[in-house]
């Protein structure tokens, strides 16, 4: 199940990257549509970065967010420095400091964490994100305490009337960022160490038997991925003109491991895909439900359970079918799927937010959903919500069933024509 | 698929606007807070409290047909979220904010908020702060557009050392604080105030420990007894602060609690009775206090209050409504600049007593309460001990009022007015 | 000397429940290789369990009840849930338990609120069990400490004494073999999981009251059992005894001393952070724990 890109199909994967990045801001141009856009920008070089540990190098870290906020608390101070015209740097630039530092930091920290794999690197990076995370409180001198560091990002000369100070310059510097990063990261897994990194991750006693230190590959990978870490990390110090705690806090640890697994770790392309979907998430969704970290935490487990390949696997199933021209046969059963998923999700919805509701002190429990109007205190709607819920499952289990042997089927057939 | 996602979101913001634009007559507050996570509860009951006194704002015709309202922006006490959400609040044209929990979210929204104002002039937005504490606000980091409605921590600290001196059994305070910005600031005042006040009580012990890392406080405890203090002075709050005092009673210490924070949002219930007698609070107002005028709106609360959490805890944020819609009222305008020149030294008759937004640096000068949590008067306590916290069983009693001259420290702040 | 006879009393006992808190773990990582990220939210499930049962019937039937209870979810999701992720191996079960920790934290918040409940310690129990000089030690650590050791000595019995104690750790490195022989290694697993997540309900229903019942608690024990577990060396269950002691001493006595380090920095106030680097150095030192054989 391994993509293989063309290579003509990388050229245009590229080009229309490169253009949805242009244009993006032109279709999304509110102010908050606008920091989104800019979030998953960052967020798209965090959860590369963390692929290259957990998807490229099979290290699953809990600890990530140390180099990137790190990196971060290194730049808000590079920032400060410029701002005083003692350090003479150009802005845009920043995030190679930022990378520097987080680089720094992995390599102080990988030492130690590298030593070992599998369950207990994770554990490790856990200890030494918690660590560093009570440490941060603890220097209010260097890290501004619980209030944090902030800065102004509008310093030095204008360079071609650019000053960063417009959200939108900000994004295009993201999005340069963000390009660069990308290519980058994609060169890294074509080269002889991105191809070690898998080895190790595969099968580390062949790659020992065969002449390298797994420990070493271990370590240049971790090295790597925190440089990329800390560049995400500058940028958003560039974004938020604030570096606090949280920069380095257990959350962001999780959240880049949720972003980058639902997106799909096997695929090069699926962290970007998770890390637009969880900012959408905990950016967008949290403005119209109290439930967000709910649905986020169902979908995550919902994809570990039935879709470890992520969303990016879902997709990538896909192309066989259409380079067979076969992708009409599945419309049928992709369509019922899609209505029993939307069927059970309104059942789910409609329950989440009622028990939400009720949990909540002093809300009215009238709910408005889907344009309907009920009280959450009253039986009937649960009891229509519970139906709808079951009835979408049922149907759900059914049409899986189908897709799957359909898709099973034709699968079959091109095989049996390759063959 | 990116495209997607996006448009998805900028529709429901476009629906947002859509409906906020017909309620042309309304000024909108939003409220920046927690209101999903760990801490949405200290979030739902300040919306709740901000609700209640909005209606009773709006059916007093103070405002004539104008109506408040407060709009709730969900922040998950983080500082780059909030100023998403502030990005957001942007968008929808509402002009002024309020927020309380965490000086770090505070800190950046000052700095946020002045950096709009100074680049979209003539769309200024007007910060109402009504809990967050942090002392610079009001000094080096003043700002013309930040208002704060809560004595901030040095003075608290001002009144409470105060009431300390006056203590003539006080001889040896031991003082343990969370090692971060805040719990270090408290030490600080701490140590200066006392020396200057009483030079002869003995700082016997001074700790500082992770915030929210501890789980076991026995050996605080042990070295607290060891020391012989007879009183601590702490600005623990949450889990630190319940821990604690509970860690203290299991070990049979023997010390008056000085806290800042032990009245807060459901610690009263975790500490229990290990509590009674022995916490004390500095704090604007409690349930019990005399001659209280805001006890008819205190009950109302409570009988339209959620059930899990009946208590009126903000006095000050039904000042700061009330201040608010008179600045407004005033200024016959709803221009955030306008209201804020309004409201800068204006002179208001509270429930308690007169207070003051001081000028200079925007900070309310009111008078503040030391109590002490007791058993209440159901539970075989004394009989002013009327209204408990939480359903505890704990309930506070006045110690000593602190007028708003003895917390009234000078300030820092040189203002750049616009 | 009272104050080091008494401090040294708080470090055993924290210690002890520590050991209680990662027994649960250290128990189905060596019989399972799963390492269970949710283990500190059955903790919290237990106290909140033992909290609701207490309030109806009493502290005494909470004490065996919520365990149980704990335990039966803990079967119904290692059936449901953790057999499923299985086949994609031991990454997936860990990120599975990781998902579920979110779940069962949004799930306590919606079922008891957001704040601390009222969750006592029982009056039996309360007030002091004897006194060293004019330091008072309480009767609830006392069976806090004896709790654990009863629970020490029963998983040792259970292991190596009963027939089902041998069956399970023959199905750790045979299974085939364990199957060929008419036994049910899935079901084996299931009673393991469930015996673990039971175990660190008791550490739940014990800890709740000594401690706070807050929807925070599994949070901020979760790291620290971690890295006992890492210390101890990877499944081992006298590394895990170890280390836990080690670790609860290691932090009350620093917590005692007043040693200036760097800087002004006192050696109390970094004392909650010394088990991380402890954890760092014997990595350096001795990379497979206390105790540990195997590699991870």
């Known amino acids: ?37 800019i979030q998953m920008g960052t967020m798209i070089i965090f959860a590369l970065s963390y692929n290259m540990l957990l998807g490229q190098g099979g290290m699953l870290s809990f600890g990530h967010a140390v180099y990137s906020g790190l990196g971060a608390f290194l730049s808000v101070h590079a920032l400060n420095l410029i701002g005083k015209g003692a350090f003479p740097f150009p802005v845009t630039l920043l995030p190679l400091i930022g990378g520097l530092s987080g680089m720094a930091f992995g ?8 030593r070992r794999a599998g369950t207990t690197f994770a554990l490790i990076s856990l200890g030494i ?35 960063y100070g417009p959200a939108i310059q900000v994004y295009y510097l ?13 060169a890294l897994t074509q080269t002889p160490l991105g191809r070690m990194a898998n080895a190790v991750r595969d099968t580390p006693e062949r790659a020992e038997f065969v002449g390298y230190d797994t420990q070493k590959v271990r370590f240049i990978q971790l090295v790597l991925a925190s440089f990329f870490a800390g560049v995400s990390g500058a940028l958003s110090c560039i974004n938020f003109e604030i570096v606090s705690a949280e920069n380095v806090s257990a959350i962001r640890s999780g959240g880049v491991l949720i972003a980058t697994y639902i997106g799909g770790v096997p695929f090069f392309l699926g962290p970007i895909l998770g890390a637009i979907v969880f900012i959408f998430f905990v950016v967008a969704l949290s403005g119209f439900t109290k439930a967000w970290l709910l649905y986020l935490g169902l979908f995550f487990v919902t994809m570990v359970l039935y879709a470890p390949g992520g969303i990016a696997s879902l997709l990538l199933m896909q192309i066989p079918l259409i380079r067979a021209r076969r992708l009409r046969e599945l419309a049928v059963p992709y369509a019922l799927a899609a209505g029993a998923g939307l069927i059970a999700m309104v059942g789910l919805i409609g329950i989440v937010e009622m028990v939400y509701r009720l949990s909540e002190q002093g809300a009215s429990t009238v709910l408005n959903v889907f344009g309907m109007s009920f009280d959450a205190r009253t039986t009937p709607p649960w009891i229509g919500f519970a139906l709808v819920l079951a009835a979408g499952i049922v149907a759900l289990r059914y049409a899986s069933r189908l897709v799957g042997e359909r898709w099973g089927a034709i699968q079959h057939d091109l095989l049996a024509r390759q063959a | 698929m990116r495209g997607n996602f996006i448009r998805a979101s900028a529709l429901g913001i476009a629906a947002a606007l859509i409906s906020f634009g017909a309620w042309a007559q309304t000024i909108k507050v939003a409220y920046i807070d927690p209101l999903s996570g760990p801490f949405a509860n200290v979030g739902e009951q300040g919306l709740a409290e901000f609700r209640f006194a909005v209606e009773r704002i709006n059916a007093s015709g103070i405002l004539g047909k104008e109506k408040l309202e407060v709009v709730p922006f969900d922040n998950k006490v983080s500082p780059q979220e909030s100023l998403n959400q502030l990005k957001r609040v942007i968008d929808q044209n509402i002009r002024y904010i309020t927020q309380g929990n965490s000086s770090a979210v505070a800190g950046a929204l ?35 557009w930040h208002f704060r409605f809560d004595a901030n921590a040095d003075m608290k600290m001002e009144s409470l050392t105060t009431y300390m001196a006056g203590q003539k059994n006080i001889k040896k305070v031991y003082l343990l604080n969370q090692d971060y910005s805040f719990g270090q600031a408290v030490k600080k005042a701490a140590r200066e105030m006392l020396a200057r006040k009483r030079p002869d009580v003995q700082i016997v012990g001074d700790d500082l420990h992770p915030l929210g890392q501890v789980k076991d406080f026995a050996p605080y405890i042990a070295k607290i007894k060891q020391s012989g203090a007879d009183s601590v002075i702490t600005g623990n709050w949450g889990n630190d602060m319940s821990l604690l005092v509970k860690a203290g009673k299991e070990a049979g210490l023997s010390v008056d609690w000085y806290t800042y924070y032990a009245g807060g949002l459901g610690t009263p219930t975790a500490m229990g009775e290990a509590a009674a007698g022995k916490v004390k609070i500095i704090a604007e107002y409690h349930s019990n206090v005399a001659n209280n005028k805001a006890a008819k709106w205190d009950a109302d609360y409570r009988k339209q209050a959620p059930k899990g959490n009946p208590d009126f805890y903000f006095l000050r944020g039904k000042i700061m409504w009330e201040m608010f819609a008179r600045a407004i009222a005033q200024a016959k305008s709803a221009e955030p600049k306008a209201v804020a020149l309004a409201l800068e030294g204006m002179k208001y008759q509270g429930d308690l007593g007169e207070v003051e937004m001081r000028k200079s640096d925007h900070q309310l000068i009111q008078p503040l309460y030391v109590l002490t949590l007791v058993k209440s008067a159901a539970k075989g306590g004394p009989k002013e001990a009327k209204i408990d916290m939480e359903g505890s069983g704990l309930a506070p009693v006045t110690d000593a009022r602190m007028e708003g001259f003895t917390s009234a420290v000078p300030t820092s702040c040189q203002m750049k007015r616009p | 000397m009272e104050f080091f006879l008494v401090q040294t009393l708080n470090g055993i006992s924290y210690g002890l429940l520590l050991f209680m808190l990662s027994s649960g773990l250290t128990l189905v990582f060596s019989l399972m290789g799963v390492l269970n990220f949710a283990h500190a939210s059955f903790y919290m499930l237990g106290a909140y369990f033992a909290y609701q049962i207490s ?42 338990t990781f998902g579920l920790a979110y779940l069962i934290e949004e799930a306590v918040h919606l079922v008891w609120g957001r704040s601390a409940v009222d969750y006592r ?40 004494r009963t027939r089902i104690g041998l069956v399970i750790q023959a199905a750790l490195t045979h299974p085939q073999t364990v199957e060929a022989l008419g036994h049910n290694v899935p079901r084996v697993f299931m009673l393991v999981f469930g015996g673990g997540t039971a175990l660190a309900g008791l550490a739940g229903v014990i800890g709740g009251n000594a401690f706070v019942t807050e929807p925070g608690m599994a949070a901020s024990v979760g790291p620290i059992i971690f890295v006992i577990v890492v210390v101890g060396g990877m499944g081992s269950l006298a590394g895990a005894f170890i280390a836990s002691l080690l670790i609860g001493c290691m ?5 005692a001393l007043d040693w200036n380090l760097v800087a002004g920095i006192k050696m109390s106030q970094v004392a909650p952070v010394l088990p991380y680097l402890l954890m760092v150095l014997l990595l350096i030192f001795r990379p497979t724990g206390l105790m540990g054989t195997r590699e991870g």
């Not at chain 1, 560093?132 to 009337?161: D, H, K, Y």
């Not at chain 2, 000052?110 to 606000?137: M, T």
């Open chain 1, 174 to 186: 993201v999005a340069v960022w963000c390009f660069l990063s990308i290519i980058a990261m994609f």
């Open chain 1, 1 to 37: 199940m391994r993509y293989e890109p063309l290579n003509l199909g990388r050229w245009l994967i590229w080009g229309a990257m490169a253009l949805v990045f242009l244009v993006a801001p032109l279709v999304f141009s509110g102010g908050f549509a606008l920091t989104m856009l």
């Open chain 2, 110 to 144: 000052i700095e946020a908020v002045n950096r709009h104002n100074e680049r979209n002039p003539g769309k200024e937005i007007l910060y109402l702060n009504y809990a967050a504490v942090d002392p610079a606000f009001t000094n080096e980091k003043c700002s013309f």
């Open chain 1, 129 to 163: 994100g918690e660590m560093v995370f009570a440490c941060v409180l603890m220097f209010p001198g260097f890290f501004g305490g619980e209030a944090g560091v902030s800065t102004n990002r509008v310093v030095g000369q204008p360079f071609l009337g650019v000053t």
């Open chain 3, 55 to 96: 309030i109806k019937i009493g502290f005494w039937p909470a004490l065996v009840l919520a365990p149980a209870l704990v335990g039966a979810i803990g079967m119904l999701i290692e059936r449901w849930g953790l057999r499923q992720v299985h086949k994609h191996g031991h990454v997936a079960e860990l990120l599975f």
């Open chain 1, 107 to 114: 390599i102080l920290f990988g030492y130690v964490t590298t």
């Open chain 3, 251 to 255: 932090q009350t006595f620093a917590v």
């Open chain 3, 121 to 160: 310690i029982p009056p039996d129990l309360d007030g002091p069990l004897f006194t060293i000089f004019t330091s008072q030690y309480p009767t609830y650590r006392g069976f806090m400490m004896l709790v654990s050791i009863a629970m020490l000595v029963s998983i040792w019995l259970a292991l190596t």
